[in-house]
């Protein structure tokens, strides 16, 4: 799958017909969907992901983080991202912020109307960040949401009930794995996801 993609990246790079290469990033996000599938089950299987940095990697700007997450979800046009914080994710974390990010913006892009958009936004303070994701969905009835939220604060063993939410669930176990606190909540347009990235991940200008 990797090697696919590397192939897909050179294509695009080479090819100047519109037509062409929109059916080119087609395929590259059904290529990083099928990817992101594999790394699902390996999560679940409690083992590490072959993209993962070494733990001396300087970082990815966290923009750079919600973009990469964009570029893996097949509807990433619906996706309105305000994040412009370049804080650095330590290396070690970022390919799974990555991963849950894409999880959550799959979720949100294939639970609301299809012309809606999904936005992200960013707060960050003295201890952390949080990004928020909001799409313009049914949203959930509340026992559902006491459901979801409660998943996504204790990792549950695989099962056939927990593979049916598979995307929360790899959602809940990498969450756990940098202690990022992911939630659902009811908005006034559909149903938002919290995710609060603790300031250890991050290296802010002065920190040591």
Same mark, same amino acid.
């Given at each position: 799958?990797?090697?696919?993609?590397?192939?897909?990246?050179?294509?695009?790079? $080479?090819?100047?017909? *519109?037509?062409?290469?929109? %059916?080119?990033?087609? @395929?590259? !996000? #059904?290529? =990083?969907? &099928?990817?992101? /599938?594999?790394?699902?089950?390996?999560?679940?299987?409690?083992?590490?992901?072959?993209?993962?940095?070494?733990?001396?990697?300087?970082?990815?700007?966290?923009?750079?983080?919600?973009?990469?997450?964009?570029?893996?979800?097949?509807?990433?046009?619906?996706?309105?991202?305000?994040? $412009?914080?370049?804080? *650095?994710?330590?290396?070690? %974390?970022?390919?799974? @912020?990555? !991963? #849950?990010? =894409?999880? &959550?913006?799959? /979720?949100?892009?294939?639970?609301?109307?299809?012309?809606?958009?999904?936005?992200?936004?960013?707060?960050?303070?003295?201890?952390?960040?949080?990004?928020?994701?909001?799409?313009?969905?049914?949203?959930?009835?509340?026992?559902?949401?006491?459901?979801?939220?409660?998943?996504?604060?204790?990792?549950?063993?695989?099962?056939?009930?927990?593979?049916?939410?598979?995307?929360?669930?790899?959602?809940?176990? &990498?969450?756990?794995?940098?202690?990022?606190?992911?939630?659902?909540?009811?908005?006034?347009?559909?149903?938002?996801?919290?995710?609060?990235?603790?300031?250890?991940?991050?290296?802010?200008?002065?920190?040591?």
């Amino acid at each position: 799958m990797e090697r696919q993609l590397r192939i897909l990246d050179e294509m695009e790079r $080479e090819e100047r017909d *519109p037509e062409r290469l929109a %059916a080119l990033f087609q @395929l590259d !996000h #059904l290529a =990083a969907r &099928l990817r992101r /599938n594999d790394e699902n089950l390996l999560v679940l299987a409690g083992g590490q992901m072959r993209r993962r940095a070494d733990d001396d990697d300087p970082g990815v700007p966290l923009d750079g983080v919600v973009l990469a997450a964009l570029s893996e979800v097949e509807s990433y046009q619906r996706i309105r991202s305000d994040v $412009e914080d370049g804080t *650095p994710v330590s290396g070690h %974390a970022a390919p799974d @912020l990555i !991963h #849950l990010l =894409a999880e &959550l913006f799959d /979720n949100a892009t294939a639970f609301s109307p299809p012309d809606s958009p999904v936005c992200v936004t960013c707060e960050t303070d003295e201890i952390g960040t949080t990004l928020q994701i909001t799409d313009e969905g049914i949203g959930l009835a509340p026992g559902a949401l006491l459901e979801a939220n409660a998943l996504l604060k204790m990792p549950p063993d695989l099962s056939i009930a927990a593979s049916e939410r598979m995307g929360l669930v790899v959602v809940s176990h &990498l969450a756990a794995r940098h202690q990022i606190r992911v939630s659902l909540s009811s908005s006034s347009a559909g149903t938002s996801a919290s995710v609060r990235i603790p300031g250890d991940l991050l290296f802010r200008e002065g920190k040591k």
